[in-house]
């Protein structure tokens, strides 16, 4: 471009009105050379510099940023990388956000339970740590069960997916169940005691063998898996088991651990509460 532009040819150039061009003028982004008469002309530098500006605000940058950049004041390349950590907080809270409104949304949560999903939602990495030991503590506490305990841990990564942030939400939620606590602690109890009579396979073990075996559940062999564990243990386990609330915490944790989605029992529990209806 050999040609100086006028102060109208470099907006039109640029993509920019004229107001905007005399304002980055004023700011000293783009200094014009000034003919006898007075009016503003625009080398190819202005024209090269404006499109400079028009990426940096396209990207977020402010006006005093990006007058620091072309003055040479600031280094892009720093200016750059701080910004990329701005956006990268911008990206979480706004997929923080996204989780607690989808989630609200399919549950048909009130505004009272939205708030408490938002609280589980911007907790800190101790605070998380610190609600679930209180949950295990409630389900394993005095119990020599570290190794359950660490196997039901969620570990929420620093920079979560959105189905990890959608399922930390709903497994916080449910772990603040009182029923919930108190039913797995029935089951933690149980284990403990099976544990401390000796090793011995549980009702669910068993039950699978069965039903893989194909085993009927109205047979003698089912009866005999029944006498075997106990009526009153079975219907204990039977519960534990058919709690949707406990498969779907593994599930949950599944995806927030980046596990394998965990054995649906479902069929063992069928199998299972046939078994013992047919011993009633």
Not at 35 to 55: I, P, Q
Not at 97 to 106: G, I
Not at 228 to 246: F, I, K, N, Q, Y
Not at 247 to 253: G, Q, S
């Amino acid at each position: 471009m050999d040609k100086p532009l006028s102060i109208g040819e470099l907006a039109r150039r640029t993509g920019l009105t004229v107001k905007t061009v005399r304002s980055y003028s004023e700011r000293g982004i783009v200094t014009p050379a000034r003919t006898a008469s007075g009016h503003r002309r625009y080398g190819a530098e202005a024209v090269a510099r404006l499109d400079l500006v028009r990426t940096l605000r396209e990207l977020g940058l402010n006006l005093v940023t990006i007058e620091r950049i072309v003055t040479r004041e600031a280094v892009l390349p720093d200016v750059a990388a701080a910004h990329v950590q701005a956006i990268e907080v911008q990206i979480r809270l706004l997929r923080l956000r996204q989780a607690v409104l989808t989630a609200a949304a399919t549950r048909g949560s009130s505004p009272e339970e939205m708030a408490v999903m938002h609280q589980f939602a911007t907790l800190t990495g101790g605070e998380r740590r610190a609600l679930i030991a209180d949950f295990l503590t409630a389900v394993f506490g005095g119990l020599d069960q570290s190794g359950f305990a660490r196997s039901m841990t969620p570990e929420l990564p620093d920079d979560p997916a959105a189905d990890q942030l959608a399922a930390w939400l709903e497994l916080a939620e449910l772990s603040q169940d009182p029923d919930f606590r108190a039913t797995l602690r029935s089951v933690a109890e149980q284990y403990a005691s099976d544990l401390a009579a000796g090793p011995r396979r549980g009702p669910v073990e068993d039950s699978r063998d069965a039903l893989d075996a194909g085993v009927d559940p109205d047979s003698p062999e089912a009866a005999e898996i029944i006498a075997r564990h106990g009526a009153e243990r079975t219907v204990a386990c039977l519960a534990a088991v058919s709690d949707r609330r406990r498969e779907r915490y593994f599930e949950l944790l599944a995806v927030i651990n980046g596990w394998e989605a965990p054995e649906n029992l479902a069929p063992v529990s069928r199998w299972l509460s046939e078994a013992v209806r047919a011993t009633a």
